[in-house]
C-alpha cells in the first residue's frame, strides 16, 4: 500500500495526528461476504478532532481470493 504524508489539517491548519481503528461491529465488510471484513482506521486532528483520512489497511482482504491480483 501506497504511504501517504499528512502535513497539516485541511480544517484548522493542525499539525499533529493520532490514529486509531474501528473494529468489531464497526468493521468494513464487502459485498462478496461478511467474512472478508477488514478493520477501518483513521488518522484524526488532535487539535480539532476531525477525522483527516479513513482506510483499510490492506485491501486485498476485501476481495475473494480466486480474484486478488497476483504478486509478482
Known amino acids: 500500500m501506497k504511504e501517504i504524508k499528512l502535513s497539516a489539517c ?3 491548519g493542525g499539525t499533529e ?4 481503528y474501528q473494529g468489531g461491529y464497526g ?3 464487502s ?6 471484513g477488514a478493520s477501518l482506521y483513521h488518522v ?3 487539535d480539532c478532532g476531525s477525522v483527516v483520512r479513513s482506510y483499510v ?6 476481495v475473494k481470493k480466486k480474484n486478488r ?3 509478482l
Open 57 to 62: 489497511k490492506d485491501p486485498e482482504k476485501l
Open 31 to 36: 459485498k462478496e461476504g461478511a467474512w472478508l
Open 27 to 29: 468493521a468494513l465488510a
Open 10 to 12: 485541511p480544517f484548522c
Open 44 to 46: 484524526i486532528c488532535r
Open 17 to 20: 495526528f493520532v490514529e486509531g
Open 69 to 71: 491480483r497476483r504478486e
